[in-house]
């Protein structure tokens, strides 16, 4: 379970302080897939950074699954990325000079995964996601965008982490594309028993989540709890 | 893959980057390999030539060279001042005389001066030199004319220190029967040179008579030279008593402590003798051949720090603009858990995998190009120095070189000093490669690695993957 509370992030100060994050508080239960909406500038992907252990916040606290995460060392936090947070980029971010089979293995690497376990993992990994074959071993600027975002949400998953971060999941896809990565990525929610946070401006993404916040201007400003939506048929 | 793994693929993604790098690398390394070969080689050289102009000095009497010239023999006391200079390690006296075979008419001075007589026959045959510079020299009559009978007179050294090859100005001493003298002993003995042995049958133990007085006959000794093989020796107060020179010396060589030492001890016995006497030493013949090698050396130094500087230059821009080119995929790594010593360590080892192939292209340039480049450095250097020159001094008398540009030759009756060639050292530096000097070679890739990706990795350890990220 992921658990924000008065979570804020400013940047500068005095007459040019901006408080990019102002007091968030917000809870998404374990296999929930949960999206954060709004405009350009609201404040979202600061939230992602913050969430993801990528920058520190000035005030407030996150915990996952129990683990305060806000407060942590950096070599804590590198521990805590490594092992308990996977990310989904825009623009997929994948290794260029690496297989997509090397690029899902390299975060098990880093958290000391035997070199046939994690083949092993990688493999199973690409084939849940709808890699298979000979596109295992392909680098990235052979597979096509969507492609390139299954290996992205593969290794996203290599090290079974508590909470997918995703930052505008489906924004480089075409619309068809994009429906099949979230209905993916909300499968794996439920599947992996993950916690999957998306930030997206893109409203119809929203609508097939568990749960959506909207953001304006740094602070939540309404949402819908996963209590309001159930009933709803699992976006497909 | 591991860290490293990957490090090295890196290094090979753009190949046209990859083979420029590598190239302009190899060409420093192998420039840096050049340098440092050379200025080994040139050390060695300059170590050779301080130690073939040995750490001794010679001092005279001023005016004097041998039998040629004249002034006063030096005292004991001026002898006393050359012992308590500083640097000073030991003072070698000797007095040379010659002796005139007993029958033959013995040449004299202007004044009627006269040798002292003995019963030796000499071993050299006065030949055209022995006659034209003894008859140069004073050895002839009033009327200039030598006598009819004249035979060249046979040289004796009287020493403190019998047996050494600076007295003698010889490479090599060797005693071929018998034992050494006591250089500080009074007693009528003496060392005799194997030509003179021979030619009057003497061995261990015979006598023969100088000055009226009986002479044993202690040792015979072999120095490899014509001349000083037909000398005696014979303690230093036993020729001064026998000739009637009580306390003199002809010639003092002072050993010092380091030979770089001898430039400075010269000018301090110059100072503290003054016009009594020629202080010579073999430093400042060999300074101009020195003076060219130590431009060599500098030359090569300095350049040896520029291709290491340019080493470390190149791949520390390099690394920068590569480290740049990927910085969000650094922050990419960051977010998945990676920690900053990986990410330096995958940046490291892509350097030194390029630095590692320009050091193999480098180290085969480097041994290909030292000895044509230190070939032209030591010609380039060399013009300044002056060319071959042969130093062969008179009687007990120091070395005495032309000023450059050509042979010159000094001649006496006495025991020779010696010969040295100094032209020689400039056509004959070599650079030799050893394990030592590829391992030089391999460490300064390592370094120019390490060093041109220092700060580079401190800039990976700077970059945040949020800033990395809010760039999307």
Known sequence: ??????????????????????????????????????????????????????????????????????????????????????FVFQSYNLIPNLSAMQNVMLP???????????????????????????????????????????????????????????DEPTGNLDSKTGRVIVSLLHGLARSENTTILAVTHDLTIARRTDMTFEMEDGKLTGGHDVEDLAGASVPG | ???????????????????????????????????LLSLKAVQARIDDVKASVGNTITVTPAGARGFAGGGEPLTAAQIKKIEQTAHVKSVTSTLEDRWVTEGTDAPTGPNGETAGSTNLQSAIDAGTLGNRN??????????????????????????????????????????????????????????????????????????????????TVKGIYDTGNTFTNAGVIMPLSALQKLSSQDGDITSAIVTVDNVDHLDVTVSALEKKLGNKADVVSDASASADTLSSLDNVKTIATYSLIGALVAGSVIIFLSMLMIVRERRREIGVLKAIGSSNAKISWQFVSEALTLTGMAAVIGVIGGIILSNPVLDALVSGSSDTGGGPQTFIAGPGGPPRGGAGGGPTIQFGGGLSRGFT???????????????????????????????????????IAKIRPAEVMRTE
């Open chain 1, 108 to 166: 098990m690497e880093f958290a000391g995964v035997s070199r046939r376990e994690r083949r092993e993992r990688a493999e199973a990994l690409l084939d849940q996601v709808g890699l298979k074959g000979g596109k295992q071993q392909r680098r990235p600027a052979k597979l096509s965008g969507g492609e390139q975002q299954r290996v992205a949400i593969a290794r996203a998953l290599a090290n079974q982490p508590k909470l997918i971060l995703a």
């Open chain 2, 134 to 215: 003894n008859a140069n020299s004073g050895g002839a009559t009033v009327s200039g004319n030598l006598p009819e009978n004249f035979t060249l007179p046979i040289s004796v050294t009287g020493t403190t220190a019998p047996g050494s090859t600076a007295v003698s100005g010889v490479n090599s001493f060797k005693l071929t029967a018998g034992e050494n003298i006591d250089g500080s002993s009074s007693d009528y003995v003496a060392l005799v040179g194997k030509a003179l042995a021979k030619k009057n049958n003497l061995t261990v133990g015979s006598t023969f008579t100088a000055y009226g007085q009986t002479i």
């Open chain 2, 1 to 35: 893959m591991s860290v490293t793994t990957r490090g090295v693929k890196n290094a090979f993604r753009n190949t046209i980057r990859s083979i420029s790098i590598t190239a302009i690398l190899a060409l420093t390394i192998a420039l840096a390999l050049v340098m």
């Open chain 1, 1 to 86: 379970m992921l658990q924000v509370t008065d979570l804020s992030k400013t940047f500068g100060s005095g007459d040019t302080e901006v408080r990019a994050v102002d007091g968030v508080s917000f809870t998404v239960p374990t296999g929930v897939f949960a999206a954060v909406v709004g405009r350009s500038g609201s404040g979202k992907s600061t939230l992602l950074s913050l969430l993801g252990a990528l920058d520190k916040p000035t005030s407030g606290t996150i915990e996952v699954d129990g683990e305060v995460i806000s407060r942590g060392s950096d070599h804590q936090l590198i521990r805590y990325r490594r092992n308990q947070i996977g």
């Open chain 2, 421 to 459: 060639n100094f032209g020689d050292v400039l056509s004959n530096v070599h650079a030799t490669i050893g394990f030592s000097i590829l391992l030089y070679g391999l460490l300064a890739a390592v370094l120019i690695a390490v060093i041109g990706t220092a700060f580079p990795s401190w800039l």
